[in-house]
């Protein structure tokens, strides 16, 4: 390569900027005079170092802008003026200023004119621009197809290189079309640094235009066999892409894996070698490179994965683990071990590669580790146990991220073995755990509890120290599970509402659901606290009913309360009227006084109630009387763990339970109560604060503007009706269901009667992408034919869990749609999630629907959605 020059330092160019050459002629003399002519008489131009010490020395943004404005006039000054002499420096000043962040479009053309250059100092600087200033969006970037394929064909590699470089950062698929066939010749070309570039450029080639792989196949065969580690590498990407993107591809690449386990013993094996050492390690990049290969090639591959075994494991046991690049090897051959189908005894050892990765002082080697470990848990539950005081420990850790992966780490591992000491060290976690932890880590701790609970009495301590430790963090969801779970374990209810009394005594301004769950309970079960036999022998309660009323009053009272707690506890002393065997005067007169409540929520319970000691004396014992246990909507599968239900309760039977309707009312928080818009938007974006049912109302009164009816949320149907159908609503926090379209009769009105479904119809396939496939179970009510009940089955079929899953529909509004709570949130591989849908179709018009699924699979947030039109005729004829 002959020296450079700085171009306005010397009258010849660099190519000619030589001893004396006979090949020159009169004509190219005349053009180097001619330029130095023009350098004497043009003005030099600033130089690229003086303007950024010109920019450097600027004190204030409007400075800097002052001289890159004042700089850009000029440029524009001399590229008008079509000044080929200093064009190259201008465009460098320009480059500069382009990735400060000012505007640089202008010199675009200019790029192409440096491109088309004979000199080398020229086509440098011009292709660099055009890989900065042009992309395939731009149609000028077209201009510069034929000079990349001339100068592709130079016999200058460094100009071939230039050439390649350019063509991979900004090829549209037009181009590569044009110039693959010019990519692959170089591929075979016997200069090394060609044929690495050239093997990057048929990579981009490739994700631009998937159908050119043939081209590059013969080709990409013949690198595995080079001596030079960057072709080779180069080379194992390509193939990588290939394998990614097509399965023939895959296939015919499954013959080379014998190829790439030789090499990778080589580096292995191969001594001190100054070229490709790096912290004492042979090549690190290559090896990287070659052990992602080797997993792509070796998944569900049981013969690939069979010969590359024993190379894995001396991988894994000879690689130096005292040095970053160590670390990095032993990453990507655990991922291998995982993902391919080896022995188990390897799968040990690459846990316990993860599990030392957890005891070391980088964080970042920590955090992957965990998040590795969090994909294998599944895979191989049993390795991952051995470590799981190392990940306990974790949740110590001073990095939020590296907690948050440990705390899903630890539920991960919870089993029925382990449940006890498991719940023991989370629920210190969620003591001392900051509240952006303590929403999620409570629900959680619910929902393990509720799946490997020894047994009731422990399940109930389990709820119940959630609540005192999580406080005004505790979900909806745990509310309504903890209620569900007192009322269906009748034979520990004496028990809890002791434990609940002794809560509420103290002070709980800071645990809301905790003071909702004790007042309900007392209010459901306050004859057991008073008078039943205390069901704590060693520490006896003794209470009186001016005790309870007492705490009432101060819980009524109380600023610092929210509305929805003083529904609660409205309703729970109304009850407490038929418990109490007196002090009915006291609890009418606390009543009364909320009949004129600034709050409306309030102030209508207030008056209801008030009518439940006056005209309707009659109907109280029986419309307050104990509720019957609550029963939860399991899934058929509920034998497979995955299907598990999450505690949640299923809507509680009405029929001949009055009551029911006073307790739906205590849903309602104080902004519902204010908005008068009718509708919760399911498919549209806004934020309702439900995570676990989809929830729709209709308003009683007609369409306006500030109370509408339901919206149109299914796009092209057509949803026109002369009659809208009131829809009934589902309160997702205590799980009641109550008309919106109330008569004055409110006691009687908008019960659900849960009828039994023996009419089974075909199953549909409601939605099949990315390994998530939803199927709709469709059975009819016996006694009401215009009712449909649709199990939803979310099944996972891919082998990573899908986490925070959602799934939401909306009908057009001649129908009435409740949806009952899921089974979970996070559908395991091979698992599934259920949550059931009841339709009321009282038009008998053809079903429709559209569906919302989102969820979360290794890290990345999923949304989708699809239209449901293929229900069969006899889920609504």
């Not at 990588?240 to 080379?256: A, G, Q, R």
Request: net charge neutral; charged share 20%.
């Amino acid at each position: 390569m002959w020296p450079y020059y700085e171009p306005e330092t010397s009258v010849l160019p660099p190519e000619l900027n030589r001893r004396f050459n006979p090949a020159f002629n009169m004509a190219a003399i005349r053009q180097v005079i001619n330029e130095a002519v023009e350098r004497v008489r043009m003005p030099t131009p600033m130089r690229l170092r003086d303007l950024i010490r010109q920019i450097r020395a600027a004190r204030t943004a409007a400075e800097e802008r002052a001289v890159i404005n004042k700089e850009c006039a000029y440029i524009r000054s001399t590229f008008r003026e079509e000044d080929s002499v200093w064009r190259c420096r201008n465009i460098a000043k320009l480059l500069y200023i382009h990735m400060l962040g000012y505007p640089a479009h202008f010199g675009q053309l200019e790029c192409l004119k440096l491109i088309a250059s004979p000199r080398f100092t020229d086509k440098r600087i011009g292709y660099l621009g055009a890989m900065l200033l042009l992309d395939e969006r731009q149609d000028v970037h077209l201009l510069i197809t034929n000079c990349l394929k001339n100068d592709l064909n130079s016999t200058t590699q460094f100009v071939v290189g230039l050439a390649l470089c350019t063509l991979g950062a900004i090829a549209s698929p037009e181009m590569s079309r044009d110039l693959a066939s010019e990519v692959e010749r170089l591929m075979k070309s016997p200069n090394a640094y060609i044929r690495k570039k050239a093997a990057l450029c048929a990579f981009r080639i490739i994700r631009k235009v998937p159908e050119l792989m043939e081209i590059f196949l013969p080709a990409t065969r013949s690198l595995l066999s080079e001596k030079n580690h960057g072709v080779l590498i180069t080379g194992v990407t390509l193939i990588t892409e290939m394998c990614e993107n097509s399965p023939d591809t895959l296939n015919h690449f499954k013959k080379i894996v014998p190829n790439l386990v030789r090499i990778l013993k080589n580096l292995i094996l191969a001594g001190y070698s100054p070229e490709h050492d790096v912290s004492g390690v042979s090549d690190p990049f290559l090896q990287v490179k070659i052990l992602r290969l080797l997993r792509i090639l070796g998944k569900n591959d049981a013969e690939a994965s069979e010969a590359m075994n024993d190379i894995l494991a001396q991988v894994a046991t000879n690689t130096e683990t005292s040095k970053n690049v160590g670390n990095t090897i032993l990453y990507e051959t655990v991922l291998s071990i995982m993902d391919i189908k080896s022995e188990s005894g390897l799968r040990v050892l690459a846990v316990n590669i993860l599990g030392r990765f957890l005891l070391n002082n980088d964080k970042n080697i920590r955090y992957v580790a965990l998040n590795t470990l969090l994909k294998t848990v599944y895979i191989d539950t049993s390795a991952v146990q051995r470590h799981r005081s190392t990940i306990l420990e974790c949740l110590k850790d001073p990095d939020v991220s590296i907690r948050r992966r440990a705390l899903e780490l630890s539920f991960a591992l919870v089993n029925t073995n382990n449940i006890r000491t498991m719940m023991k060290e989370l629920l210190v976690f969620l003591e001392k755990a900051d509240p952006e932890f303590k929403a999620q880590c409570s629900s959680s701790i619910v929902l393990s509890a509720e799946r490997f609970s020894p047994n009731k009495r422990w399940h109930l301590d389990t709820l119940l120290k959630v609540l005192v430790a999580a406080g005004n963090y505790v979900r909806d969801d745990v509310v309504s599970c903890t209620i569900q779970l007192i009322s269906e374990s009748t034979s520990q209810q004496g028990y809890i509402v002791e434990q609940l009394w002794r809560a509420l005594e103290r002070d709980t301004m800071d645990r809301q659901p905790l003071t909702q769950v004790a007042t309900w309970c007392i209010g459901e079960y306050g004859d057991l606290l008073l008078y039943g036999p205390s069901a704590s022998e060693d520490n006896p309660i003794r209470v009186t009913e001016e005790d309870v009323i007492c705490v009432y009053q101060r819980l009524l009272w109380s600023t610092q309360n929210t509305i929805v707690t003083k529904q609660y506890t409205l309703l729970s002393l109304t009850k407490l009227s038929t418990r109490f065997q007196s002090g009915n005067d006291k609890i009418r007169q606390i009543i009364d006084t909320f009949g004129s409540h600034l709050h409306i929520e309030l102030q209508q319970r207030g008056v209801e109630f008030s009518q439940l000691f006056r005209k309707y004396e009659h109907l109280r014992p029986a419309l307050l009387e104990r509720m019957p246990p609550m029963e939860t909507a399991r899934p058929a599968g509920a034998g497979n763990p995955s299907a598990m239900t999450n505690g949640e309760t299923e809507d509680m039977d009405a029929a001949g339970d009055e009551g029911n309707l006073l307790e739906g009312r205590k849903g309602f928080n104080e902004s519902e109560t204010q908005d008068s818009n009718a509708l919760l938007v399911l498919l549209g974006g806004a934020d309702t604060g439900e995570t676990e049912a989809t929830r729709q109302t209709e308003s009683s009164k007609p369409a306006s503007t500030d109370n509408q009816d339901l919206l149109d949320l299914l796009g092209g149907l057509d949803l026109s009706t002369s009659n809208p159908a009131p829809v009934t609503t589902i309160q997702n926090n205590n799980n009641i269901l109550f008309n919106t379209n109330q008569s004055s009769n409110f006691l009687v009105d908008g019960l659900l009667n849960s009828d039994p479904v023996v009419n089974s119809l075909p199953n549909i396939t409601a939605y099949e992408k990315n390994g998530l496939k939803i199927i709709f179970s469709l059975e009819r009510l016996p006694d009401n034919p215009n009712t449909t009940v649709i199990t939803m089955s979310a099944m996972n079929e891919t082998p990573n869990p899908l986490s925070e899953f959602l799934f939401q529909a909306a009908v057009p509004k001649t129908f009435q749609l409740q949806m009952l709570p899921p089974s979970g949130t996070v559908v395991a591989p091979a698992g599934q999630v259920t949550q059931v849908l009841r339709i009321t179709n009282p038009n008998r018009t053809a079903l429709r629907m559209r569906i919302r699924v989102s969820y979360s699979a290794g890290g990345v947030t999923v949304q989708d959605q699809a239209d449901v039109n293929n229900f069969p005729p006899e889920s609504w004829q």
